[in-house]
């Protein structure tokens, strides 16, 4: 089988991903020879909750929205899954439906595995249940933290350590800033934080008067990181 085409920068996005990168070089040939490339537009659903599971899926350009629907009809950003990291693989092995649904966020690209070549994949390589056992250990850990910091922490501890976090995975160094490259609206920065838009507003404007961040429409610069960790960590 032939590798998937993707750009450059796709590829390079894709092979230096933190949990892909450590696999096995022909678990890595196999997975890539096991997938298409899928390029679809901003806002296209890719999975609806209650759907049965057929595709498990990395990210090489873009970002992926995950959200939930609430009992008032409101629907609600859980997490962005960014390029480098796959998703997909929970329902793929337990064989319940897709509990939460998955929009495109931008342009992005797609690598995509069939629920048959997945399970191709688990039986000829051992290697990949670890490897997928580790993925969602970290899943985990990055949940309950998530819950901890919504419990312990002051809503500007959580927002500066959210956007420490999109800079980490978006951020384009530019001279002494950081462009988070990540489209968010304040109201999408809210639900990721358990927030009403208008704390996260009155949060952003104090940044701003520290000279933490600069916010722009749809976009955040970070202005020092420093002062961002300070806000995070708290008072000492």
């Known amino acids: ?140 850990r990055l949940m309950f933290d998530a819950f901890e910091d919504l419990n312990t922490k002051p809503l500007a501890a959580r927002l500066a350590k959210q956007i420490l976090l999109l800079a980490r995975s978006y951020g384009t160094p530019q001279g002494e800033e950081i462009r988070i490259g990540l489209a968010l609206a304040q109201e999408d920065l809210a639900q990721l934080l358990g927030a009403s838009r208008q704390r996260v507003n009155q949060e952003l404007k104090s940044f701003e008067r520290e000279g933490a961040v600069r916010v722009e429409p749809t976009r955040l610069v970070v202005l020092s990181r420093e002062r961002l960790m300070a806000i995070a960590e708290g008072p000492t």
């Not at 939930?68 to 793929?92: M, R």
């Open 1 to 140: 089988m032939m590798p998937p085409l993707l750009t450059i920068p796709e590829r390079h996005n894709i092979e230096s991903g933190s949990w892909f990168s450590r696999l096995s070089l022909p678990l890595r040939t196999e997975i890539l020879a096991r997938s298409v490339v899928r390029r679809v537009p901003d806002g296209a659903l890719l999975s609806s909750r209650g759907a049965p599971a057929e595709e498990w899926c990395g990210v090489a350009k873009g970002a992926v929205r995950v959200s939930s629907v609430s009992l008032s009809g409101k629907q609600i950003s859980l997490t962005y899954v960014e390029p480098g990291l796959w998703f997909g693989d929970i329902a793929l092995f337990d064989g319940m439906p897709r509990t939460h649904d998955a929009n495109a966020h931008g342009e992005t690209t797609l690598l995509v595995v069939r629920k048959v070549d997945f399970k191709a994949l688990l039986g000829t390589h051992v290697e990949l249940y670890d490897a997928l056992l580790r993925l969602n250990c970290r899943r985990l």
